[in-house]
C-alpha cells in the first residue's frame, strides 16, 4: 500500500521551535491525511483538552495522491479537537495548498502551544520562519493574502490563514486558504485563533519519490471529457430536486421544501458564472466563480449548502442575495453553513426570516462577538438555541447540512453515527437515496432497513478518500478497483484502514465522555434505534457507542501525551 511520505514537523508556538520526527510507522498504517492526522491526534493529544487551550494540537496533512497529476486530489486535511462540537474532528479543503504543502517534504505538520502575538508561520523545504504580525490583527482574508503577495511574494494559494472569527473564537470559524476556500464545519478557525496563528505559508520543490498507477491518467481523462451538470452548476445542481423530493430544510427546519426554490437553484447559480473554477490538477473544474455588477458583488459560489443554509433555511429566494452572504463568510472566515444555520435561529427567534439584510449584519457582529447578540451568535445553534428560544437543530454540537434526514432516511442516520455531527460529507450517504449513483447502487429514501451496516462502509469509504487525499465528487469516475489500484492495495484492505480511522476518532470522543447519548437526531425516523444497534454491532462497538479497549478510559492515565 503507498502512503505519503516524509517526517512530521513539530512547530511549538509558545518557545517558536521546530522538531522532525520519523513517522514512517503511522504513514505505513494510516496512509496519510485524515487518517495519519487521527492517529498522530490520538496518540499526543490529551483526552481532556481544552479545544481552546493550548494543550490542543492542530495536523495538516496531504496524502500519496497529491504527489499525482490527477483530477480530483487538489485537497488537503487539517485535524484538531473543535472548539463546536468537542470531540476529535478533521476538515478537508480544496484549492490550490496540497501541492505547495507537498512541495516543503512534509507528510504532516503540528501545531502545539501558542504563540504570545499575532504571529505567521512560514513553512518552506529548507526552514521554518516565524514572523510577528500584530498589523494583521482583525484582518480580513482578502487583507492577509494581499500582505503575504505584497511581502513574501506568496500567491493565496500557499496560504492558510483565519479572518476575524478565528481571532475572536467563534466556534465555527474556517481556516480559508486560496482566499476562497474552506477547512470549514469544525471550528478549524478558533483553534488557530487561540494559538494566536494569523497565516501559515507553504512553499517548497522537495522531489516527489512516491509513483501513481498509470490508471490515474484514466480517471482524469474522463474528468476532463466527461458531460456532466456539476461542471456547469456545481452541487447546486441538486437544489431543485432536493426540494422536489422534500429533502431541502426550510424556515429554520421548520419544512423540508421551499416555494422560492428556483430563484436559488442550479439554473439560477449557473446564470452568474463568469468563468471556469478548479482546484489544484483538477480537469472537472465543478466550482462557482459568480458575480453580478448591479450589486458589486464578486464570489466563489455558493454551493448547495450555502444555498439551503442563507437561502432556504432564512426564506431568502433572491441567488444574488445568497451571493452576498457567500462572500462576506468568505471575507470573514465562517463555515457558511453553521453561521447561516445560527443565523436563521436567530431570525426565527424574532420572527424576521427572509432579510438578508439583517442577516448579514448579524454574521458581521457574530464575527468580532460586538455586543450581546454577537458573542451569543458566536457560539453556534447548539449553545445558543436555549437562550433564543427555538430549537436545537444539531448533532453532537454541529450544525445541520442539507440533504435532510426526515426524508433520506439513510442520511439521517448517518448525521446522528458521524463522529462529526450533522456532516452530509462523513459517509455522503445521501447520494444513495437521491439517487445520484448507479440504481445498482441506490436504496429507498424511506427507512432504515439494511441501511446501518451500509452507512458504516460508506463512512469507512470515506475515510479512505480523505487519507489518500482524493475529493468525494470522484465517484463517478474512483471506481472500487482504480482507488484499489492506485493505492496499491485490495479495496478490502483499504475499507480496514478507514475503519480504524473512524474507530480512533469515536474512542478519543469516548475518551471525552461522548456515547450513545451524543448518536442523537432532534427528529424521530421509525426503527432509528434499532438502526443504531445494528450500526454498532457492524463496527464491534459496545451497545453504548463505545469501543471497547479503547474508548474506555484507563485507570492510571487520563490523557495521551502531553508535553506542553
Request: charged share 30%; glycine share 10%.
Amino acid at each position: 500500500m503507498i502512503h505519503a511520505t516524509g517526517p512530521l514537523l513539530s512547530v511549538n508556538l509558545s518557545a517558536r521551535e521546530t522538531t522532525e520526527e520519523d513517522v514512517d510507522d503511522v504513514l505505513n498504517e494510516f496512509v496519510g491525511g485524515r487518517g495519519v492526522a487521527t492517529k498522530l491526534a490520538f496518540d499526543r493529544v490529551p483526552f481532556d483538552v481544552d479545544p481552546l487551550g493550548p494543550e490542543n494540537r492542530v495536523y495538516l496533512a496531504t496524502g500519496p495522491l497529491q504527489h499525482s497529476r490527477m483530477s480530483f486530489t487538489g485537497r488537503m486535511d487539517m485535524t484538531s479537537v473543535s472548539p463546536l462540537t468537542d470531540g476529535l474532528a478533521s476538515s478537508n479543503a480544496g484549492g490550490f495548498l496540497s501541492r505547495n504543502f507537498t512541495g516543503t517534504g512534509y507528510a504532516a505538520v503540528e501545531l502545539r502551544g501558542a504563540s504570545d502575538v499575532p504571529l505567521a508561520v512560514h513553512v518552506r523545504d529548507d526552514g521554518v520562519e516565524f514572523e510577528a504580525v500584530p498589523d494583521l490583527a482583525g484582518a480580513e482574508v482578502p487583507e492577509v493574502t494581499e500582505w503575504a503577495e505584497e511581502t513574501h511574494d506568496l500567491e493565496a494559494e500557499h496560504l492558510a490563514c483565519i479572518g476575524p472569527a478565528g481571532e475572536n473564537l467563534v466556534r465555527y470559524a474556517c481556516v480559508m486558504t486560496s482566499e476562497t476556500r474552506a477547512f470549514g464545519r469544525t471550528g478549524m478557525g478558533a483553534v488557530l485563533g487561540s494559538k494566536n496563528v494569523k497565516v501559515l505559508t507553504f512553499d517548497g520543490d522537495a522531489e516527489s519519490d512516491v509513483s501513481i498507477d498509470p490508471v490515474q491518467t484514466e480517471v482524469h481523462r474522463e474528468a476532463a471529457t466527461a458531460d456532466h451538470i456539476m461542471k456547469r452548476q456545481g452541487t447546486t445542481s441538486v437544489t431543485e430536486y432536493a426540494n422536489e423530493v422534500e429533502a431541502l430544510p426550510t424556515d429554520y427546519f421548520a419544512r423540508t421544501s421551499f416555494e422560492g426554490a428556483a430563484g436559488i437553484s442550479g439554473d439560477a447559480v449557473e446564470s452568474k458564472k463568469h468563468k471556469k473554477g478548479t482546484c489544484s490538477q483538477c480537469a472537472f473544474a465543478c466550482k462557482l466563480p459568480t458575480r453580478d455588477e448591479d450589486a458589486g458583488v464578486e464570489t466563489e459560489g455558493p454551493e448547495f449548502e450555502t444555498v439551503m443554509a442563507w437561502g432556504s433555511n432564512q426564506l431568502v429566494d433572491d441567488v444574488v442575495e445568497v451571493m452576498k452572504a457567500n462572500e462576506l463568510c468568505d471575507r470573514l472566515g465562517v463555515d457558511t453553513i453553521s453561521a447561516g444555520d445560527t443565523i436563521a435561529a436567530y431570525l426565527k427567534s424574532e420572527d424576521d426570516l427572509a432579510n438578508p439584510e439583517r442577516a448579514r449584519e448579524a454574521l458581521r457582529k457574530a464575527a468580532h462577538r460586538e455586543g450581546e447578540v454577537g458573542d451569543l451568535l458566536a457560539e453556534g445553534v447548539h449553545r445558543a438555541a436555549p437562550e433564543l428560544g427555538v430549537e436545537d437543530w444539531s448533532v453532537k454540537g454541529l450544525e445541520f447540512a442539507a440533504h435532510d434526514g426526515r426524508t433520506l432516511n439513510g442520511q439521517g442516520l448517518s448525521f446522528a453515527t458521524s463522529n462529526r455531527g450533522a456532516d452530509h460529507m462523513y459517509a455522503s450517504f445521501y447520494s444513495k437515496e437521491y439517487p445520484l449513483v448507479d440504481k445498482d447502487d441506490a436504496v429507498d429514501k424511506r427507512g432504515l432497513e439494511g441501511k446501518a451496516p451500509l452507512v458504516a462502509a460508506a463512512e469507512n469509504h470515506n475515510a479512505v478518500l480523505d487519507s489518500a487525499v482524493a475529493c468525494k465528487f470522484s465517484r463517478d469516475f474512483m471506481t472500487e478497483e482504480r482507488l484499489g489500484a492506485l493505492l496499491e492495495a485490495d479495496y478490502d484492505d483499504l475499507l480496514a484502514v478507514g475503519a480504524r480511522v473512524v474507530e480512533l476518532e469515536r474512542a478519543f470522543n469516548n475518551r471525552r465522555g461522548f456515547d450513545r447519548a451524543e448518536d442523537a437526531l432532534p427528529y424521530d425516523i421509525e426503527g432509528f434505534e434499532a438502526a443504531l444497534d445494528e450500526y454498532y454491532e457492524t463496527r464491534g462497538w459496545r451497545e453504548d457507542g463505545v469501543v471497547p479497549g479503547l474508548g474506555e478510559a484507563a485507570p492510571d492515565t487520563d490523557a495521551s501525551l502531553a508535553d506542553d
